[in-house]
């Protein structure tokens, strides 16, 4: 029998017992384990919203000429890549689904392999099993370099969890091997408007169709793209692929047979977040109040933060564990719960997450402070 992502369970399910230590905290459950927004959607997109609410007709799939436009004119201003064509821009229901389904909209399966990072989200690996591929979790582009079994490539930088970003000259070498092996690329992008340390907070998170990593040419890559951390449209599934325009056709092509479809409201919406850089700037502002509070109180109970350059996560472990062992995740989940603070245990990203867990930031700032202060001992 082939795989069905309902034969393991999924991960945050198995988290149950330890909700509950940790809501039995006399202050009350700090959950700090799944990256969900809190904070209001921007009126800004609730309006737009709201204007296109009379949708009698159905949607297109590739979206309007305006979405598509917005996408191609923030990807100028945002992410330094001034040459995208409008058209090779696909609007996606989230960014997770494109995430599960691409090995198989790309017609992978039984022989083909698909890469993804060492320590990622689980996603990556159960898209390339749904499709009949074999996932290889590696970093490292010698383990799959040259490879013609090798059929496509997942980059996630940021990275969730670890918050690692990936630079211009990483990106160009995984491009280059990629391309010598007809392989596609695809890179999961969705938290680079969120960057907290140099060179990225000044001069920007690189993507994958940056001039200086594509050579001027977008020709089998794809960026992945959300609007659910930058703007609060979690709850939208606002989200949209770009990159190469003959892949970008393939993709849309199955997708109006499947009735893979972002409602028009939405991509009202769409439009009127990618068109407004204040309230990406004022939540970024948010974030890193929270983010501090965090830091500080992780580092004050003794933990460590490694990588954690961009994103809405702290990538933590004890700095010093009994006897000088690394400490496995679920121990320090445990400890964690102690203090009510429910954190995503690293083993959830692979093995070479078992001595990290992850912190959100995304709790509203009391939470956050009642966080901190329970770590510092306050």
């Known amino acids: 029998m082939g795989f069905h992502p309902l034969d393991d369970p999924y991960p945050w399910d198995t988290l149950a017992p330890v909700v509950e230590a940790a809501r039995s905290h006399p202050g009350g459950l700090v959950d700090l384990s799944i990256g969900t ?34 996408v191609a004119g923030w990807f100028a201003r945002t992410r330094g890549v001034p040459d995208l064509d409008p058209d090779a821009v696909l609007p996606t229901v989230g960014s997770k ?17 698909v890469v993804h990072p060492a320590t990622a989200y689980p996603t990556y690996d159960v898209g390339a099993r749904l499709a009949g591929a074999s996932p290889l979790a590696t970093d490292d582009v ?21 918050g690692r970003v990936a630079s211009v000259e990483e990106l160009r070498r995984v491009v280059e091997a990629a391309r010598e092996i007809g392989a596609v ?21 690189p ?17 992945a793209y959300s609007l659910s951390k930058q703007s609060n449209l979690a709850g939208y599934r606002a989200a949209f692929v770009a990159g190469d325009p003959a892949l970008v056709g393939s993709l849309l092509a199955t997708r109006k ?65 009994p006897g000088g062992d690394v400490q496995d995740c679920w121990q320090t989940v445990n400890d964690l719960a102690g203090l009510g603070i429910l ?36």
């Open 97 to 113: 689904e494109l995430v599960g389904l691409l090995p198989s909209l790309l017609g992978l399966g039984p022989g083909d392999v």
């Open 142 to 162: 010698d383990a799959w370099a040259g490879r013609t079994d090798v059929r496509l490539v997942w980059v996630n930088s940021p990275s969730n969890p670890t």
């Open 207 to 223: 993507s994958i169709l940056d001039p200086r990593v594509s050579g001027n040419s977008h020709e089998g890559l794809l960026a």
């Open 343 to 378: 954190v995503g245990p690293g083993a959830f990203y692979g093995s070479a997450g078992l001595s990290h867990v992850r912190v959100a930031l995304t709790a509203s700032d009391e939470r956050v402070a009642e966080a901190a202060a329970r770590l510092s001992g306050e």
């Open 37 to 70: 927004p809190v904070d209001p959607t921007p009126d800004v997109v609730r309006d737009a919203l709201a204007a296109a609410s009379d949708a009698h007709g159905y949607p297109t799939t590739h979206g309007t000429p305006a979405l598509r436009q917005a």
């Open 257 to 321: 047979h499947l009735g893979m479809i972002v409602p028009a409201p939405v991509q009202a919406a769409m439009v009127a977040a990618l068109d407004d850089d204040a309230h990406v700037a004022a939540q970024r502002t948010v974030y890193a109040r929270r983010r501090r509070l965090l830091e500080g109180g992780l580092m004050a109970a003794g933990y460590r933060i490694d990588d954690s350059e961009a994103g809405l996560y702290l990538w933590a472990r004890p700095a010093a564990a």
């Open 185 to 205: 690329v695809a890179s999961d992008e969705c938290y680079a408007l969120l960057p907290w340390s140099e060179p990225w907070a000044s001069h920007g998170v």
